[in-house]
């Protein structure tokens, strides 16, 4: 076709994808059903830059719904957050953000800043730690292409994951914290004076859109997850490795509408229908793009398998009550004064997600415990707490 660096027009189907040029991985799904409508590339590892922050919030979002963190604490801003780059909201070392803004700045801006801020006040000042906790409840979601380094996305060769990933990741946070889906459709946010703009253009042009994630880096490429709602459903769109933002936004657009014309739903009455266009940059070739392979112990799972155990009732990261019935425990240690016990009990807190008590034991330590566990929860206790690094056996 002449005059190829001019104007392309794109024509979306479900049989015929867009030039493998323009993005690398898309997925578009039911999130109420977990039925996959179109896929493509979807299990190829990718760099998912900033997409990364929707496990940061998952772990947020778990923090607050069993009481380990509160929308009006403030967190404390170290000298590593402060110095994190390139998108940031600015936060002087030493300073402090409530917890409710530090969601909206990483929903709204993405700001870097803030996701290290959340990861270390999270896991005891370590992101490492926090990176490994993402890992580790990848894991147990059906995650089976993901790897995290960090909190926010920023650039590593061993940080990747897939847009099938991504969707379960998304869906896990729709169902196990509905309550807090409302901060992905935030337009915009003031703070300290100054307004942000949501990244994701589909919150201003798309019908229904209510959420969810933008990301970029120069590897990456450019990234979203959008998810939008018409006549009871539920759609999400992943789109991964964009040439630019007007391409991901339009591969997005055309992803749902395909997607709601794939289960039935109405057309939109109100907007006549669209024809995207995009204008190839001249002399402009995609970033060379080199995933480094990253071996994992489990199978990949099926899509059909990996949904329900990523949205299946109850987070993963779930504090377990000692108050359940049973007559297992597990015991996190022996202690020889109070407050090395106390903090093994942040310890378990924090890494396990796991409120343990202090017992004093005749010989005058004092023991760490989670007590009247049925002998499931207990094991799988112990065996999260041994992923975590923590010595731990069960009793009865």
């Known amino acids: 076709m002449k005059g190829i660096l001019g104007i392309i027009l794109i024509l979306f189907t479900f049989i015929t994808p867009v030039c493998a040029a323009q993005y690398r991985a898309a997925l578009v799904a039911d999130m109420d059903t977990g039925r996959v409508l179109y896929q493509e590339n979807a299990t190829v590892q990718n760099y998912p830059a900033s997409l990364t922050k929707i496990m940061t919030l998952y772990l947020t979002f778990d923090a607050l719904e069993h009481g380990r963190l509160h929308l009006d604490d403030y967190l404390i801003v170290s000298k590593s957050a402060a110095a994190a780059s390139p998108v ?88 196990h914290f509905p309550q807090y889906w409302k901060y992905f459709s935030i337009k915009t946010w003031t703070y300290n004076g100054k307004t942000y703009t949501n990244g994701n253009r589909l919150l201003r042009t798309y019908a229904g859109c209510d959420g969810m994630k933008t990301g970029y880096t120069n590897k990456s490429r450019y990234s979203l997850v959008a998810t939008a709602q018409r006549d009871n459903h539920h759609l999400i769109a992943v789109v991964l490795g964009a040439e630019n933002k007007d391409v991901r936004a339009n591969v997005a657009t055309n992803m749902l509408d395909r997607g ?95 409120t343990a008590v202090i017992e004093s034991a005749p010989n005058g330590m004092f023991r760490v415990r989670a007590n009247n566990l049925s002998e499931s929860a207990a094991q799988n206790i112990k065996n999260r707490a041994q992923n975590a690094g923590i010595d731990c056996y069960i009793f009865h």
């Open 260 to 354: 709601f014309e794939k289960v039935g739903a109405s057309p939109v009455n109100s907007a006549p229908a669209q024809t995207v266009t995009y204008t190839a940059p001249a002399s402009q070739p995609v970033a060379t793009y080199t995933p480094q392979p990253i071996t994992y112990d489990t199978p990949t799972p099926t899509f059909a398998g990996a949904y329900n155990a990523a949205t299946a009732q109850g987070s993963p990261v779930a504090d377990v009550s000692n108050t359940a019935s049973g007559t297992a425990g597990v015991q996190f240690g022996a202690f020889s004064s109070r407050g090395a016990a106390e903090s093994q009990v942040a310890n378990v807190r924090n890494s396990v997600g796991v």
């Open 88 to 175: 940031k909201l600015g936060l002087a070392a030493g300073s402090k953000i409530k917890v409710e803004d530090a969601i909206k700045a990483l929903t709204v801006l993405s700001a870097n800043d803030v996701a290290r801020v959340l990861a270390e006040n999270l896991k005891g000042g370590m992101e490492g730690n926090f990176a490994d906790l993402m890992t580790r409840v990848a894991r147990e979601i059906g995650l089976s292409g993901t790897n995290f380094e960090n909190s926010s996305g920023l650039p590593d060769d061993d940080h990747m994951s897939t847009a099938r990933d991504i969707a379960l990741l998304s869906m896990a946070v729709y169902k």
